[in-house]
């Protein structure tokens, strides 16, 4: 299966984007997907995860009330709603299909990777 991550951009601090991502080559409707970002100089970090069905969401600290994740399994996507950005959510955002339906926040549980998408806040 193949992941494209798209919506990224340049935003002013405290605006918003909408990041998607779309699966080619097989359904991800059973796999749990999440968000993962990028900072230059900085590991791989977790941002949100969904479950198969869109039922149960997780989030990282950083990041909790101010970006949603939901999917619309019909479509084969994944969407990211962030809110309030601030400077420090610049990065490039990841998204990967889970090897199961479960939630997971370790990198080593998701077997297919997106090639990212850049996110710019400007202060």
């Known amino acids: 299966v193949q992941l494209q991550a798209y919506g990224g951009g340049l935003v002013q601090a405290g605006g918003s984007l909408r990041l998607s991502c779309a699966a080619r080559?097989?359904?991800?409707?059973?796999?749990?997907v999440g968000w993962f970002r990028q900072a230059p100089g900085k590991e791989r970090e977790f941002v949100a995860a969904?479950?198969?069905?869109?039922?149960?969401?997780t989030y990282a600290d950083s990041v909790k009330g101010r970006f949603s994740i939901s999917r619309d399994r019909t479509k084969n996507t994944v969407l990211l709603q962030m809110n309030s950005l601030k400077f420090e959510d610049t990065a490039v955002y990841y998204c990967?299909?889970?090897?199961?339906?479960?939630?997971?926040?370790?990198?080593?549980?998701?077997?297919?990777w997106g090639q990212g998408t850049l996110v710019t806040v400007s202060s």
């Open positions: 990967a299909a889970a090897r199961s339906s479960m939630m997971a926040v370790e990198p080593s549980e998701y077997r297919y």
């Open positions: 969904i479950n198969w069905n869109g039922g149960s969401t």
């Open positions: 080559g097989r359904t991800i409707s059973n796999n749990a």
